[in-house]
């Protein structure tokens, strides 16, 4: 057995020691059989034995299809409305799941504080205190998690009972809504904006029969188109005023001038006149005469005396006159006179415009009572108008205001209608069912982690026991003379069986063998 000395030891390297192991293994290899049966089996029970736990699913979808409904005042709606879930709004619903309120109300509603009781819960502990635990324990089983990169929450729930797993995620389902929606409602919205409707409707009526009667009682129609016909009847009746005192004033010089010229005109004139040679001048000069004093009288018709028309034919008719004197004194004459036609033309003429003179003169006191009637009626127009402005401005904030609040009335009567048919920004994606299959404990899952549980504790106790029992041996060679060393090593011979075991003792190859006689 001088194995150290053999120089067949530096050939075998690293190949010892997984001899070793393997010598190891098959030394304890009944052990290991053992520990790892044991294992095994204790595993296998202890899942068979567990008890069976069901989980029901359901997934909440976050979304924002509807506006929340702001309550101001303000004309404009102002709809909270956003396009993408946030995150924060995501958080929000997952602490309203987990709210301590609607858990208090699960365990009510599904009986789970009696479900404690009965396994095995103290009876003469106060029910609030069996709520609490019962909330706790719901807390623990119950998970609420966001999926990632969605907006929707999943929550699982496991219970012993698989009836019960799906009835406390339906009743959750069912709080749930019903706690968001009276979260993110107003209540009172629609009776407050109905009572205010109503009190601006009445003020609205109240506005309106003000004004009609302020309308009734002063004849307004509309009052800035009164106006306007007013003042432009008043301007119309002050120019035709004016232009008829420009008339009387005109007739009145016609007047004034015609009568200088019935003075300054005989009632006769020469008709026929005999001379001598000069007959014929004076005649044609007689003619002269008649034609210019018609020029005359009709230029003092049109322009006044002073006139530079007027006098050039005044000039002409002295000066005719003049040469007609000449002719006359030169020649003997014959005259015979008759009615002068220009007189009796500015009679006819005068009397004409004495009549058109008084005809204007009427209508002008006509225009001046017509001009002062419109004065007042347009400075009473123009008194009333504050009060017309006020009333009407009274009546138009009552309609703005009631037309305001009929609107949020309306729109407080949908949402409230949305509340009482559920309809709001979270739906139940996923409905909870009731599982077939538990959940809990998972049997093959189970078994193959104990089978690894099993080969480590055993192959390390087999180990452990290998390394125990080498130190157990070492510790039989005492150092106290030949005697004492020769038991050890009998007993260390009684105690190795097969060469490999003597191999895996000392860690040196054995090279031959002796039986012992």
């Not at 601006?200 to 106006?227: H, P």
């Not at 041996?473 to 260390?492: I, K, T, W």
Request: charged fraction near 25%; hydrophobic fraction near 40%; aromatic fraction near 4%.
């Amino acid at each position: 057995m001088n194995a150290i000395d053999s120089p067949a030891n530096d050939s075998l390297p690293a190949n010892d020691s997984i001899r070793d192991i393997a010598t190891i293994l098959l030394r304890r290899k009944w052990q290991i059989s053992a520990v790892f049966a044991l294992v095994v089996a204790g595993v296998t029970a202890g899942t068979l034995m567990m008890p069976k736990r069901y989980e029901s699913h359901m997934k909440i979808l976050v979304k924002n299809e509807r506006a929340d409904m702001v309550v101001t005042a303000d004309s404009n709606t102002g709809a909270g409305y956003q396009g993408a879930v946030s995150e924060e709004q995501i958080n929000t619903e997952i602490e309203l799941l987990n709210s301590n309120s609607l858990l208090r109300q699960i365990v009510e509603n599904c009986g789970l504080d009696k479900t404690e009781n009965a396994s095995g819960s103290a009876s003469s502990e106060h029910r609030a205190v069996t709520i609490e635990k019962a909330v706790a324990r719901l807390q623990k089983s119950l998970s609420i998690r966001p999926v990632r990169k969605a907006n929707v929450i999943q929550v699982d729930y496991t219970s012993k009972d698989p009836h019960l797993a799906a009835s406390v995620l339906r009743q959750l389902s069912d709080s749930y809504l019903e706690a968001h929606l009276r979260l993110h409602s107003t209540p009172g919205t629609y009776q407050f904006f109905a009572s205010q409707t109503a009190r601006y409707q009445q003020e609205l009526s109240d506005a309106e029969a003000k004004l009609t009667a302020f309308r009734q009682q002063d004849d307004i129609v509309m009052l800035e188109q009164q106006k306007d016909v007013m003042l432009q009847k008043a301007s119309e009746s002050q120019s035709a005023l004016q232009q008829a005192e420009a008339f009387i004033g005109e007739y009145t010089e016609k007047i004034a001038d015609t009568r200088r010229q019935l003075a300054a005109d005989a009632p006769r004139v020469v008709t026929q006149s005999r001379t001598g040679p000069n007959q014929y001048s004076v005649d044609h000069m007689s003619a002269m005469i008649a034609d210019l004093q018609n020029k005359r009288t009709q230029l003092l018709a049109k322009l006044r005396p002073d006139d530079r028309l007027v006098l050039e034919v005044d000039q002409e008719i002295a000066d005719t006159r003049s040469a007609l004197e000449r002719a006359t004194k030169s020649n003997a004459l014959e005259e015979s006179t008759d009615i002068n036609p220009v007189r009796q033309t500015l009679e006819i003429s005068l009397a004409k415009d004495q009549a058109d003179l008084a005809g204007i003169q009427g209508r002008r006191q006509s225009l001046v009572g017509q001009t002062q009637s419109y004065r007042r009626q347009f400075m009473t127009l123009g008194n009333a108008t504050a009060q017309f402005d006020d009333l009407t401005r009274t009546r138009k904030e009552a309609e703005d205001n009631y037309l305001l609040y009929s609107r949020k009335t309306e729109e407080a009567r949908m949402a409230e209608s949305l509340d009482r048919q559920k309809i709001a920004n979270v739906a139940i994606a996923e409905t909870p069912v009731e599982p077939q299959l538990p959940s809990k404990p998972n049997v093959p899952m189970n078994i193959a982690l104990g089978v690894v549980l099993a080969g480590f504790l055993s192959i390390g106790i087999a180990f452990s026991t290998e390394y125990f029992g080498q130190s157990g041996a070492e510790g039989l060679m005492p150092a106290s003379g030949s005697r004492g060393v020769e038991s050890g090593v009998r007993r260390l011979l009684e105690t190795v069986q097969q060469h490999s075991e003597l191999e895996a003792l000392t860690g040196l190859a054995v090279l031959a063998t002796v039986e012992r006689a």
